[in-house]
């Protein structure tokens, strides 16, 4: 059975910095990838950024772009989410999640097979 569990999550005042990170358990992870999500109140969940299974592509949304940076590590089946220069509308719940495809990578949640129970991070200004 597949875990994904997050850790990390707090109350920052804006500009502050946060790292979040996911330990993944009984799956072999490393072949896939990874990508870590948000989800505001009254929001839809929006992929924040992903990292391919060896690490040589990543992708970030326009709002985090210069500021977050995602990263693994295959020998420890983790992925870790460095946040820096907070701000409050980066309020949400963050959610590690796996893909289990071969194919194209994705930002719609409906491609991630395997999520986290999600931490709270709160940016206060």
């Known amino acids: 059975q597949v875990q994904l569990v997050e850790s990390g999550g707090g109350l920052v005042q804006a500009g502050g910095s946060l790292r979040l990170s996911c330990a993944a358990s009984?799956?072999?992870?490393?072949?896939?990838?990874m990508g870590w999500f948000r989800q505001a109140p009254g929001k839809e969940r929006e992929c924040v950024a992903y990292?391919?299974?060896?690490?040589?592509?990543?992708y970030y949304v326009d709002s985090v772009k210069g500021r977050f940076t995602i990263s693994r590590d295959n020998g420890k089946d983790t992925v870790s989410l460095q946040m820096n220069s907070l701000k409050p509308e980066d309020t949400a719940v963050y959610y590690c999640?796996?893909?289990?495809?071969?194919?194209?990578?994705?930002?719609?949640?409906?491609?991630?097979?395997?999520w986290g129970q999600g931490t709270q991070v709160t940016v206060s200004s």
């Open positions: 999640a796996l893909r289990i495809s071969d194919w194209a990578p994705t930002t719609t949640p409906t491609g991630y097979s395997y």
């Open positions: 009984g799956y072999i992870v490393s072949s896939y990838l």
């Open positions: 990292i391919s299974w060896n690490g040589g592509s990543t």
